[in-house]
């Protein structure tokens, strides 16, 4: 979408040199061509934060964060609780 926003500008621009218009045509033209510039920058701007979000079923809750460390700690004390019967 952004390429469209970029054509646009240049296309702006393009009638601002070549048409036969007056002060305000032109006047208008330049800022329809930094307006769309403008534009495309955002937008390709945005796309790129876009794909490098997180998606969100990968974030823990709390809940589920606290329920893994009890189970990474049951874990840990049946591992110590092995390992010292061993010994």
């Keep these: 979408?952004?390429?469209l926003?970029?054509?646009l500008s240049v296309g702006a621009v393009a009638m601002a040199m070549f048409a036969d218009l007056s002060t305000r045509?032109?006047?208008?033209?330049?800022?329809?061509?930094l307006l769309f510039l403008f534009l495309g920058s955002w937008n390709l701007?945005?796309?790129?934060?876009?794909?490098?979000?997180?998606?969100?079923?990968?974030?823990?809750s709390?809940?589920?964060l606290?329920?893994?460390r009890e189970l990474a700690?049951?874990?840990k004390a049946r591992k110590a609780g092995n390992?010292?019967?061993?010994a």
Excluded: N, T
């Design 5 to 7: 926003y970029y054509l």
């Design 45 to 60: 701007l945005s796309s790129r934060v876009e794909s490098q979000r997180r998606p969100e079923r990968h974030i823990i």
């Design 25 to 33: 045509g032109v006047g208008f033209l330049v800022v329809m061509a």
């Design 1 to 3: 979408m952004y390429i």
């Design 73 to 75: 700690e049951q874990a």
């Design 83 to 86: 390992d010292g019967g061993e």
């Design 62 to 64: 709390p809940d589920e």
């Design 66 to 68: 606290r329920r893994m």
